[in-house]
């Protein structure tokens, strides 16, 4: 089950487009997520970060009736983000993940109110988007896989959580707890990223 914790400006934007979910309740939920939305290039765009990695996904130009079903648009990206991110071989490994995530994903809770920490990771993300949409990229990105290719650029940026001894990268810290749902011969056959890719690429 995923806890939704959203920010009073996402919030007011899920209300208007009509969002209801069961609100949360202590203990509820094991994935935690947070939400926020911010505006760029006169467009709505919404940072949603996972707690324990500070992982970010990037949604541009959603449409009303995408907030009203946020949690079922939360999913999908979840689900399809870890695919991409894992790229596990198809068949076995990768529809293994697959399931496994979907089943962390089966249902949602909400509730109002960010941690300072993430929310502070939260205003890094921004300023970092905002500094590549404005000046190196020019534009937003325009489909699912320019999005997800921009959160590569913002998840590959070191980060660190209050009482963590070292720094971290998002994108490796996500990776290793999605390989670690696998069953352990499966995930142990994927060390990291670069090492499959060259593997793949011998055959």
């Known amino acids: 089950m995923i806890h939704l914790h959203i920010s009073k400006t996402f919030g007011d934007d899920l209300a208007k487009a009509g969002f209801t979910l069961p609100s949360s309740k202590d203990g509820q939920a094991t994935w935690h997520w947070y939400a926020h ?3 760029l290039l006169r467009k709505k765009c919404i940072i949603v970060m996972e707690e324990a990695s500070r992982y ?5 130009g959603l449409k009303k009736n995408d907030f009203a079903r946020f949690d079922k648009v939360l999913t999908s990206r979840i689900v399809a983000e ?9 068949p076995g490994p990768n529809e293994q993940l697959i399931e496994v995530v ?5 249902s949602t ?9 993430v929310q ?7 300023d970092e988007m905002e500094y590549l949409v404005k000046y190196r990229l020019g534009r937003l990105p325009e489909s699912a896989e320019e999005e997800y290719a921009l ?8 980060r660190k959580r209050g009482g963590d001894k070292d720094y971290f990268y998002p994108q490796k810290k996500w990776r290793a707890s999605l390989l670690a749902l696998l069953p352990q011969q499966t995930g142990a056959k994927v060390v990291n990223l670069a090492d499959f890719r060259k593997g793949r690429g011998c055959d």
């Open 120 to 126: 502070s990771h939260i205003r890094q993300v921004t």
């Open 37 to 39: 939305r911010i505006t």
């Open 102 to 106: 979907e089943r962390k994903c089966s």
């Open 56 to 60: 970010a996904l990037v949604f541009v």
């Open 82 to 90: 870890a695919s991409w991110l894992c790229d596990l071989p198809h």
């Open 109 to 117: 809770v909400w509730s109002q109110g960010l941690d300072r920490s």
């Open 151 to 158: 959160g590569q650029v913002l998840n590959d940026t070191l």
